[in-house]
């Protein structure tokens, strides 16, 4: 696959202005978070890349994970029950998240920097560096299931 190197191209490049190495490791795993749109828990990413790579532990995907957070190449997304989701998709875009199932969905979108800055100048002293958005509801999937339950 062609898109193999150019992933691994932009992976080498980010670790290594980060004062980061490149390993095998860490390529398996930006490889399977890049081409996904899941938005995979550790356990998930883990069990993708051992089919990969079968002597990966739990504890180097966690640390591979984080390393490419560090590095701007994911996002992690992180919950109030202490869970944590990860993001290949760094470019500006909202989340739409499914209250039974707890999937994660893309929606395209951006808040315009009008709106930023008005809503700054609510934020008293605060200073924004940033912004996340993330719908909840019920994906299709798990929507049938809810009115079903609801009108049993
Ligand atoms: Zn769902
Ligand atoms: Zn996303």
């Not at 080498?12 to 490149?22: C, I, N, V």
């Not at 996002?75 to 869970?83: G, T």
């Not at 760094?90 to 951006?110: F, S, Y």
């Amino acid at each position: 696959m062609s898109s193999h190197s150019t992933t691994d191209l932009r992976l080498r490049e980010a670790l290594e202005g980060s004062g980061q190495r490149f390993t095998e490791q860490r390529a398996a795993v930006f490889r399977y978070l890049a081409n996904t749109d899941v938005h995979p828990t550790a356990d998930e990413v883990f069990l993708a890349v051992r089919k990969e790579l079968p002597a990966i532990s739990l504890a180097t995907v966690y640390k591979s994970l984080e390393t490419l957070v560090g590095c701007g190449l994911a996002v992690k997304l992180s919950y109030a029950d202490h869970s944590a989701r990860y993001d290949g998709r760094t470019d500006p875009h909202h989340h739409a998240r499914c209250v039974m199932c707890e999937c994660v969905l893309d929606l395209p979108g951006e808040i315009s920097r009008q709106e930023i800055e008005s809503l700054r100048g609510t934020a008293g002293g605060f200073t924004v560096t940033g912004y996340r958005l993330e719908l909840s509801g019920y994906c299709p999937a798990c929507l049938p299931t809810r009115e079903r339950a609801v009108t049993a």
